[in-house]
């Protein structure tokens, strides 16, 4: 029987069951080898996931452009849409405006042009002028300042304009009585005042040195104990100044 089954194991290795076992072994050893490759190519993927991963950082000789402010940007590109004028040659040359001078108005170039004076009325000086020491005031009965001359004249008597100059004002003071004020180019300021009603001048008239502003009333309260007079005031830059400064001598 042993004789028989191993004389039957040879006709089958020598027979086409050998091949078969042959392409068995040969398939067996090929999975194997597939699977043995793909286990190392995931060992090798695993193993460069975790390893630390390399970053190239740029060579730090390299040129870096730094981008310029946002302000120097707008100048530049200002600067470079701002167009040109071409000069033309038929073009006139350009003139700087010459501002001019104004000139000065009337009245200032006359402000201190002469005037030549006379005495308003032929009389005596019955009160002087005198403000740093006072002076008997026999109306009012006590010792008082006195800011004018007070020129005895009899009523009736024409008052002149002792300068040239305009008539600023005409009124009736409560206690110096009808008053005429004359604006001189000298920069002085004349008053006439305890003159009569309705004095022939206005508002606005020119006067002449000589020219008639009224005539001498008893209007003046506040000197009514003197006899007939004309008071006369004079101011320079608004400060009161002694009339006998510019009237001439007797």
Same mark, same amino acid.
């Given at each position: 029987m042993?004789?028989?089954r191993l004389g039957k194991?040879? =006709?089958?290795?020598l027979g086409k069951g050998?091949?078969?076992v042959l392409f068995l072994c040969v398939a067996a050893i090929g999975i194997s080898g597939y699977f043995l490759i793909d286990f190392v190519n995931v060992e090798e993927e695993s193993k460069s996931v975790?390893?630390?991963? %390399?970053?190239?950082?740029p060579d730090s000789s390299a040129s870096v452009t730094t981008p310029k402010p946002e302000q120097e940007t707008k100048q530049e590109t200002t600067e470079t849409e701002k167009p040109v004028q071409e000069s033309m040659p038929d073009d006139p040359e350009a003139v700087e405006p010459t501002q001019e001078t104004? =000139?000065?108005p009337e009245a200032q170039q006359e402000e201190h042009k002469p005037v030549v004076y006379t005495w308003p009325v032929k009389g005596e000086i019955l009160r002087t002028f005198s403000l =740093?020491?006072? %002076?008997?005031d026999v109306t009012m009965g006590d010792w008082r300042t006195h800011n004018g001359i007070d020129i005895s004249a009899e009523a009736g008597w024409n008052v002149m304009a002792a300068g040239e100059g305009q008539v600023v004002d005409v009124y009736e003071d409560a206690l110096m009585g009808v008053t005429v004020v004359v604006q001189q180019p000298d920069g002085v300021v004349a008053t006439y005042s305890n003159l009569a009603s309705n004095p022939p001048v206005s508002v606005g008239d020119a006067v002449d040195t000589g020219s008639i502003l009224g005539q001498i009333g008893d209007t003046a309260i506040a000197e009514s104990g003197l006899k007939s007079h004309l008071h006369l005031e004079m101011t320079a830059d608004e400060q009161a100044v002694d009339p006998l400064n510019y009237l001439p001598e007797k």
């Open positions: 042993k004789h028989n194991l040879g =006709e089958f290795v050998f091949y078969i975790t390893a630390n991963p %390399s970053i190239t950082l104004p =000139e000065a =740093e020491t006072l %002076s008997y």
